[in-house]
Each structure stands twice: as structure tokens, then as C-alpha cells.
């Protein structure tokens, strides 16, 4: 598919605005998270047990393989029409979702930059929306083209007016249009976070991209469109803890990195009242009230060896098999 290029002043960048990219020699460029999330009830995709996090949020730039310049690649940021093109991440079981949290931030691209329409929804395997909550530009972190520091991220909640059931599904964000002005790019772009290349939990990443020589747009995966890229969007489902099973506590709870060394972080999507540590003996090596979704907990002097860690949650206990080397 043939590329259109526009120049970015502001940014001395080049921008493509059709799907069908590669990524060979793309670079993560990390943002900076503004805040400590705390929020509760969230579903982590399973890139979250081993190499992801969500205090490391990252955008993606490249090398246009025809021209040589700098790309950035909008498949994982957004710059393109509320309603019609946007970014979500698969999840499967079922939930009785109560609204939308990602990891987001907003360049304006010129002084006069507008407010824009954007979405968060639940979107069915089908394409079938199930539950949309409207936003604008302003409602998420902006970040300062002249900063130093980077992209200025921050995990954003989105609440539906009611919860909706869904049973696999995607988690979107629909993202603003593009001002474009003597081949120049303004306006908005709104950035949506991901975790670094080659950490993913399969082709589960999307984009509403188009899918056809017609212009025909639809959702397909980042690792189709994009070349074969493996990555998650750090778009987040919010769930209800009342009515969950014993498996779904399990699936909500996380440790990484697993193995460990020096340390561990445990987390769960739901509030955690207690964790601890128990080594083969049965003996408590860690234990702690928390009352948050996450701790972090130091192993360096634990001893190699397996462990298991049991997190006291409020919907019930998941226990997680930690090894320490």
C-alpha cells in the first residue's frame, strides 16, 4: 500500500497515514507516567505477568523504508477520525464491565489547536459497539512539545452510565481527526500507550484500519497490519468484583517479573487486604496488610527457590507460584 508522508515541524518528524507500515528499526520512545495509578478493578492483558508494566509506557518511531526519514507510527497513537479509526486491545471471559482506563496523553500540534471528540467503548468480536462514554482532547494529559522529559502519560478512567456484560471482546479508544494545513500536520494527537515490542500476549492488539484497495476500514490486529509487531495497548477494561468466580480472581492477579531477583511486584485488579510469601516449608517469609492493588516486594535476601504468594483480595484469595533465583 502506498504511503502517504506528511512533514511535522513541530516534532521534525514524518508521519504515514495508511496502515500498512514496517517496522523493521522502530524505536521505542518511553513517556513519562505522571501519577501512580491506583485505580481498582482493572484487567491487565498477560504481557502484564512477565515483561509488561504500566509505568512504562512507551510510543513507537521508525525509518520509513522509501524516503529514510524519521515516522512516527500511528497504529499505536491515533490521529485519525472519532467514530471512524481507533485502537483497542482484546480481552476474553465474562465480565460485567463498568467503563474504560488507559494509559493516554494529547500533543497539540500547533498554538491553535482545537478540543476534539474522542471515545472510550466496548466493542464486541463482531464489531458490535456495547457501550461507548464520549470525551474530548482536553480531558487527558497534554504534553509540551518543548519539554525535555517526553511524552507526559497518565492512566485515564472512562465510567459507562451503566455496566455492560461482555464475554470476549475489544477495549477502545476512538481517536480525533488530524488538521492538515500547506502539507503540514495540526491539530491533535492523541497518544495511545503501549508496552515495548515483542512484549505481547499474541495478535490481540487492533486498530479500525483500512482493510481493503476500496478504503473499506475495519478492525484488524497490529500484527497483521503492522508487519507481524507484537506489542499490547495499554487499554484497560474495568470490571465489577462483585459476582466473580474463584478462576477469575486468579486472572486478575499478577507477579512480575517471574523468575525473580532483588524484587517482585505483586498486583491485582482488585484491592488486595493482605499478601504473603511461603517457601516449600510452609513458612511465611513476607506478609503485609496493603489495602492497594500493588506492592512490591524486595527477594534479594529470600534465598533462591520456589514460593508461593498468596494475595488476600476483596472478591477472594488467588495464589501465584513466584520462583527466585
Known amino acids: 500500500m502506498k504511503k502517504i508522508i506528511l512533514s511535522v515541524l513541530a516534532l521534525g518528524l514524518s508521519m504515514g497515514l495508511m496502515a500498512q507500515k514496517n ?3 522502530a524505536e521505542a520512545v518511553k513517556g513519562q507516567l505522571k501519577n501512580s495509578p491506583k485505580t481498582n478493578g482493572l484487567i491487565y492483558p498477560e504481557s502484564f505477568q512477565d515483561c509488561g508494566s504500566i509505568d512504562n509506557p512507551v510510543a513507537y518511531f521508525g525509518i520509513d523504508q522509501s524516503t529514510g526519514e524519521s515516522q512516527l507510527y500511528l497504529g499505536l497513537t491515533g490521529t485519525n477520525n472519532y467514530g471512524d479509526l481507533g485502537y483497542a486491545q482484546e480481552y476474553s471471559g465474562n465480565y460485567q464491565v463498568t467503563g474504560i482506563a488507559a494509559v493516554l496523553t494529547n500533543l497539540p ?7 476534539d471528540d474522542m471515545a472510550a467503548g466496548i466493542v464486541s468480536m463482531s464489531g458490535e459497539e456495547l457501550a461507548l462514554v464520549e470525551f474530548t ?3 487527558i494529559p497534554q504534553t509540551d512539545l518543548n519539554s525535555e522529559e517526553g511524552f507526559a502519560f497518565d492512566l485515564v478512567e472512562f465510567n459507562f452510565s451503566a455496566p455492560v456484560s461482555a464475554n470476549n471482546f475489544l477495549a477502545a479508544i476512538y481517536v480525533p481527526a488530524l488538521t492538515v494545513v500547506d502539507g503540514y500536520l495540526g491539530g491533535n494527537i492523541a497518544i495511545v500507550a503501549s508496552t515495548e515490542m515483542d ?6 492488539s487492533y486498530s479500525y484500519s483500512i482493510v481493503s484497495e476500496a478504503g473499506d476500514y475495519g478492525w484488524i490486529t497490529l500484527n497483521e497490519a503492522w508487519g507481524g509487531v507484537e506489542l499490547d495497548c495499554m487499554i484497560f477494561p474495568k470490571v465489577s468484583g462483585t459476582g466473580l468466580t474463584e478462576a ?4 486478575l492477579s499478577y507477579i512480575f517479573p517471574n523468575p525473580a531477583k532483588d524484587e517482585v511486584m505483586v498486583a491485582s485488579s482488585l484491592t488486595m487486604e493482605r499478601v504473603e510469601i511461603v ?5 511465611v517469609v513476607f506478609a503485609a496488610d496493603v489495602n492497594a492493588n500493588s506492592v512490591k516486594v524486595n527477594t534479594a535476601e529470600m534465598g533462591a527457590g520456589n514460593y508461593l504468594v498468596k494475595m488476600y483480595t476483596e472478591a477472594g484469595m488467588a495464589t501465584k507460584k513466584l520462583v527466585v533465583e
Open 23 to 25: 517496522y523493521t528499526g
Open 109 to 115: 500540534l500547533d498554538e491553535g489547536a482545537t478540543i
Open 137 to 139: 482532547t482536553a480531558d
Open 199 to 204: 512484549c505481547g500476549s499474541g495478535a490481540m
Open 248 to 251: 477469575d480472581v486468579e486472572t
Open 279 to 283: 517457601n516449600m516449608l510452609g513458612q
